[in-house]
T-cell receptor, first 112, second 112 residues
Framework: GDSVTQMEGPVTLSEEAFLTINCTYT??????LFWYVQYPGEGLQLLLK?????DKGSNKGFEATYRKETTSFHLEKGSVQVSDSAVYFC???????????FGSGTQLTVLP | SQTIHQWPATLVQPVGSPLSLECTVE??????LYWYRQAAGRGLQLLFY??????ISSEVPQNLSASRPQDRQFILSSKKLLLSDSGFYLC???????????FGPGTRLTVL
C-alpha cells in the first residue's frame, strides 16, 4: 500500500528562520501530493497541493515541489512567523478511490 | 460555497456506552465522504469512506461502524465504546472530480 514518511518532530525555530519539513512517499501510479496544517484543537486545512511531477504548490509563503525522481514533496518557508506554529501533515492521494494516506505529522513551534 | 459540519464538538462517554457522531456537508451533491481518527500525538487513520448513499468501505476492522443515510450525511457509530476509541474524529469530503479533501472541525471523544 501507499505510505508517506515525514521528518520527525517536534521542530522549534526562531521567528524569521528558514523552515524545511521533509516528506517522501511510496505510491502506485501518479499520486497527487498535499500539505495540510492543523492548528490546536481544529481540523485540517489544506495548505498547498501538486498534482503532477515538477509542479510547485505555494500558499502563504510556503512552497513544495513535486519531485518524482526522488519521490519527495518537501515543505519550505523562507521566514517563519509565530502564527505558523501548528502540526503539518504531508499526504498523497492515489488509487481508484483517491484515498489520502497521511504522514505522521510534524509539530512546528516558532518562538518570538 | 461548501461547508462541512460535525457534532458534537466534544464528547465524554463511559466505557460500554453507544456512540453516534454526525457529519453533514452543505453546498454540494454526491460528495465522497470520509471518517478519520487521530489518536493523541499521532497521525490520521482512515476509518471509513463512502462514494454514495448506502455505500461504505471500511479500512480498519474495529469497534466502529459507519452509515450514510442521506447524500450529504455521514454517521459514525459504536454499540459499545472501548477506552481505545478515545481520540479526535475528523470527517472530510471531496467531489468526484478532485483529490483534495476538505475537513470538518472534528469531534474530541474521551472514553472513561
Amino acid at each position: 500500500g501507499d505510505s508517506v514518511t515525514q521528518m520527525e518532530g517536534p521542530v522549534t525555530l526562531s521567528e524569521e528562520a528558514f523552515l524545511t519539513i521533509n516528506c517522501t512517499y511510496t505510491a502506485t501510479g501518479y499520486p497527487s501530493l498535499f500539505w495540510y496544517v492543523q492548528y490546536p484543537g481544529e481540523g485540517l486545512q489544506l495548505l498547498l497541493k501538486a498534482t503532477k511531477a515538477d509542479d510547485k504548490g505555494s500558499n502563504k509563503g510556503f512552497e513544495a515541489t513535486y519531485r518524482k525522481e526522488t519521490t519527495s514533496f518537501h515543505l519550505e518557508k523562507g521566514s517563519v512567523q509565530v502564527s505558523d506554529s501548528a502540526v503539518y501533515f504531508c499526504a498523497c492521494a492515489s488509487g481508484s478511490a483517491r484515498q489520502l494516506t497521511f504522514g505522521s505529522g510534524t509539530q512546528l513551534t516558532v518562538l518570538p | 460555497s461548501q461547508t462541512i459540519h460535525q457534532w458534537p464538538a466534544t464528547l465524554v462517554q463511559p466505557v460500554g456506552s453507544p456512540l453516534s457522531l454526525e457529519c453533514t456537508v452543505e453546498g454540494t451533491s454526491n460528495p465522497n465522504l470520509y471518517w478519520y481518527r487521530q489518536a493523541a500525538g499521532r497521525g490520521l487513520q482512515l476509518l471509513f469512506y463512502s462514494v454514495g448513499i448506502g455505500q461504505i468501505s471500511s479500512e480498519v476492522p474495529q469497534n466502529l461502524s459507519a452509515s450514510r443515510p442521506q447524500d450529504r450525511q455521514f454517521i459514525l457509530s459504536s454499540k459499545k465504546l472501548l477506552l481505545s476509541d478515545s481520540g479526535f474524529y475528523l470527517c472530510a469530503w471531496n467531489s468526484g472530480s478532485t483529490d483534495t479533501q476538505y475537513f470538518g472541525p472534528g469531534t474530541r471523544l474521551t472514553v472513561l
